[in-house]
């Protein structure tokens, strides 16, 4: 049985519990898409952890985990993980995999993200993290990019200094179009000097990446069929979230990558026959990180203090798991949930955070849009119409109880059993697993 399991809105759904409990099953867990600017968190045996890049698989003793090639890697990044699990007592060589296909995210394209960031004129920033992600996806379709793979030959310093020295001449450009008042652009982990790199310095950092990870690189394509054919079980996973989808998301203000779950496959080289499953992990509110459209937003850190977003930001602890930026939050969009039901094949929903809800006497559920006067029930695929659409709710009665301890649906408050199962109802599917704490035992099972 392999499951593709994504997220359903903004990212930050709560899929890393989700995937934690889902591991139960798996043999195999697979990290298909983005690169370490996605978090994932994870609490297991009362110990909290932030997973960048290795799947949370790792945590449970026997699973293999691979980085898929649909991934763009940060090899300082994943070296700052694997030796974080080994000071944990995990050890991943052995269990970890890395494709040969998987695409290198260099100190180069950090300099270039924060460089073009720099040169964008205010109004016109993009707001990315400065990982360096948006360039590595760039370098891979301009096909300049360096491979994992490339690591285990004997010319990859050479193609590091040629890379480091095409890179100097970006910058040079890019250092006159700086819009920004300052003199140099930061990068943490090497020097930067009048916008320009020192190749040795980077040819030294990447042969102690390359002794380090090359262990782990290996043609993970055909060890996935292979596991496939002895009958094992491959969880696919995904991160950030169907609305962040390069083709699919709210464009520009989207992600790199296709986080949906067609990227699966993109990502991994499962083939859509081999895909059985598709979980998509939604909140039952609704949050979104940085710039962009967000038809249900009722809070934010900059001009919007509704109260009830006020809640369930701090009730559900929304800030970057990475970043640390405050989340945007909003009640749950039915219009955002059947478009990622429809785009990604949603099987069963993992439905997230429902005890965040706890505490308001009546909730509201975007049922549709209004957009220009008309009334529309599909996801407009512009981010400017997005942006133009005024949600139209229905409300329902809030159950004004804990709902941490229970531990059977059938023990679910009355009013909380009937929002989770209008909010199903709206956007097609099942429901597989319901969340009602951050904890993996605060989990109900339904279907999965
Ligand atoms: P991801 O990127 O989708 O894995 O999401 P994050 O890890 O960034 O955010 C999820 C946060 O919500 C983490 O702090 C989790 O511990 C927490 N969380 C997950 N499920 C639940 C839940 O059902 N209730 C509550 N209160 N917190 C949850």
Redesign the pocket.
Known sequence: MNTVLI?SQW???????VIDVLTDKADVVVRYQGGSN????V?AEGKKRVLRLIPSGILHEGKVCVIGNGVVMNPLDLIEEIEAMRATGVEPKGRLFISTRTQMVMLYHRALDKAEEAARAPGKKIGTTGRGIGPAYAAKVSRTGLRCGDMLTAGFLDLVREQVEETNAKLRMLKAERVDAGDDIEVPGCTVKGYQLDADELVAIYRTVQEKLSPYVRDTVPMLHEAKKAGKSILLEGAQGTMLDIDFGTYPFVTSSNPTSGGACIGSGLSPRDIDCVVG?IKAYTTRVGEGPFPTELYNAVNLQDPDGKTMAER??EFG?VTKRPRRTGWYDAVIARYAQQVNGVDYWAL?????MDVFPKIKICVAYELDGRRIDYMPSSAAELARVKPIYEEMDGWMCETSNVTRMEDLPPKAKAYVDRLVELSGGKLGIL????ARE?TLRIAL
């Open positions: 997220g990212g930050d759904e709560g899929k890393g519990k996605a978090g994932h968190t609490i992990v559900g602890h798991a997230t955070k429902l005890d965040v969340s009602i704490g951050p605060s």
